[in-house]
């Protein structure tokens, strides 16, 4: 990948970064307060203790999307970004477009979706 693109990428994922870390204090500050607006009867608590863990299920995939973030940013400085980490090919443009931090090529990723090894 030349150096105008690997820029145009590192600024892609930097800025999904920020949008990431925004969101993931955003959720689970929400999630912490969640349910804490007064008194409660057991179907309220119910209620509120299922969406506070739908939300910091939320927060665990923000929080996941991150690391893949920081981890494609750290390949980019290595040389290797757009490299897929199973084959060695290259990752498809166009597939880096929709998804910056992606590891695998289209074939190594749909094969480990099929053993169940891969959740993103």
């Known amino acids: 990948m030349n150096t105008e693109r690997s820029d145009y ?3 892609k994922l ?11 204090n955003e959720r689970y500050n929400e999630a912490l307060s969640f349910g ?9 608590e119910a209620y509120n203790i299922y969406n506070k863990n739908l939300m910091l299920g939320k927060v665990e995939t923000d929080a996941l999307k991150l690391q893949l973030v920081e981890q494609a940013l750290i390949r980019i400085t290595g040389g290797t970004y757009g490299v897929c980490i199973e084959c060695e ?12 931090f992606a590891r695998f090529c289209t074939e190594c990723k749909s094969e480990m979706e099929k053993k169940g090894l891969v959740r993103i």
């Open 14 to 24: 930097l800025q999904m970064k920020g949008d990431l870390i925004s969101k993931l």
């Open 9 to 11: 990428f590192r600024n």
């Open 89 to 100: 090919d290259e990752i498809e443009e166009r597939r880096l477009e929709y998804v910056p």
């Open 36 to 44: 804490n607006d007064g008194t409660q009867d057991s179907g309220d």
